[in-house]
């Protein structure tokens, strides 16, 4: 079966800093491009930033634009989002996606989905 797990999230301080990882099982992400989505409580979910299957472009929401970095590492089968300068309206679960391209910022269409982690930033 195909799997993605997500994990680093955590309870942080504004300003401070987390790396996200989705680690994909039973299937190559080597041909997948990876979308990073939060949903917040009493929120629909959106769109954070999506990465390209060989990595070469990215894209990110403005509300995290210049704050979040999306990478990947094919030979670990495993992409990453660094959030840095976090605010408390970055808390929400997070959840990495994978289909065959980005699209911004449709999450019906992405094939596959991580269980998410939390991701609380509060003092």
């Known amino acids: 079966q195909l799997h993605l797990v997500e994990s680093g999230g955590g309870l942080v301080q504004p300003g401070g800093s987390l790396r996200l990882s989705c680690a994909a099982s039973g299937f190559t992400l080597d041909y997948y491009a990876i979308g990073w989505f939060r949903q917040a409580p009493g929120k629909e979910r959106e769109g954070v930033s999506c990465i390209s299957s060989n990595g070469g472009s990215a894209t990110y929401a403005d509300s995290v634009k210049g704050r979040f970095t999306v990478s990947r590492d094919n030979a670990k089968n495993t992409v990453y989002l660094q959030m840095n300068s976090l605010k408390p309206e970055d808390t929400a679960v997070y959840y990495c996606?994978?289909?065959?391209?980005?699209?911004?910022?449709?999450?019906?269409?992405?094939?596959?989905w991580g269980q998410g982690t939390q991701v609380t930033v509060s003092s």
């Open positions: 996606a994978a289909r065959d391209f980005c699209v911004v910022w449709r999450a019906y269409q992405y094939d596959y």
